[in-house]
């Protein structure tokens, strides 16, 4: 099972951009599909990106909030995932957590996710 170390969080103005990063232990990181999620002060965690991979192919996934302004990928040779955000606005304040599964529905879903990182935190201000 892979472990999660995420980092990049910090204060940002509104507009600006930051991006964050994944590193994951483990020989197997190609196969897993990660994700990004992130839990705002008072409100439940929700998705925000999710890429999976096989080789030729990469997929991703984005919430209806970031699409345009956040890109997610993935560097298998340093087990690492990323997540650019542009364009940040206040109410992407959040702690960013990543979340791996083997199965992409998993990660997207959320239903049964049990691998997560500690978080980064990233705050915007306006």
């Known amino acids: 099972q892979v472990q999660l170390v995420e980092s990049g969080g910090g204060l940002v103005q509104a507009g600006g951009s930051l991006r964050l990063s994944c590193a994951a232990s483990?020989?197997?990181?190609?196969?897993?599909?990660m994700g990004w999620f992130r839990q705002a002060p008072g409100k439940e965690r929700e998705f925000v990106a999710a890429?999976?991979?096989?080789?030729?192919?990469?997929?991703?996934y984005y919430a209806d909030s970031v699409k345009g302004r956040f890109t997610i990928s993935r560097d298998n040779a340093k087990n690492t995932v990323y997540l650019q955000m542009n364009s940040l606005k206040p109410e992407d304040t959040a702690v960013y957590y990543c979340?791996?599964?083997?199965?992409?529905?998993?990660?997207?879903?959320?239903?049964?996710?049990?691998?997560w990182g500690q978080g980064t935190l990233v705050t915007v201000s306006s």
């Open positions: 979340a791996a599964d083997q199965r992409l529905i998993v990660v997207v879903t959320r239903e049964g996710l049990e691998v």
């Open positions: 483990g020989r197997t990181f190609s196969s897993y599909a």
């Open positions: 890429i999976g991979w096989n080789p030729g192919s990469t997929y991703t």
